[in-house]
């Protein structure tokens, strides 16, 4: 089966930890570019993060950039995102997506998966 998972959220208290994964089956993620995304309810859907083919490139959002890091396990077929000192405001749905066509993380809406989201939830 051809699909992105994510795992990894959980509650935790504000300034704790976690590390997401976003895990490809029936594909490559060596060959895409893979975004994490988060969306809280009643917000717009924001990017976190960006890492493209061959780790070229690595973006983060002003949010949380200091606090996370987007890396990538060609041999484990993932990408992950660690986030430290988490804030209450970091609490949302979190969701990568891969894009075969856009590689180096331009700015763009055509991805070939999308997972289905992992809830993170920090309490002060």
């Given at each position: 089966q051809v699909q992105l998972v994510e795992s990894g959220g959980g509650a935790v208290q504000s300034g704790g930890s976690l590390r997401l994964s976003c895990a490809a089956s029936g594909f490559a993620l060596d060959n895409y570019s893979v975004r994490w995304f988060r969306q809280a309810p009643r917000n717009e859907r924001e990017e976190v993060s960006c890492?493209?083919?061959s780790d070229i490139k690595?973006?983060?959002?002003?949010?949380v950039?200091?606090?996370?890091?987007i890396s990538r396990n060609n041999d484990e077929n993932t990408v992950y995102l660690e986030m430290n000192n988490l804030k209450p405001e970091d609490t949302a749905t979190y969701y990568c997506a891969a894009s075969r066509l856009y590689k180096l993380c331009e700015q763009h809406e055509d991805y070939d998966y999308w997972g289905q989201g992992t809830q993170v939830t920090v309490s002060s």
């Open positions: 890492i493209s083919v690595t973006s983060y959002a002003d949010s950039k200091g606090r996370v890091t």
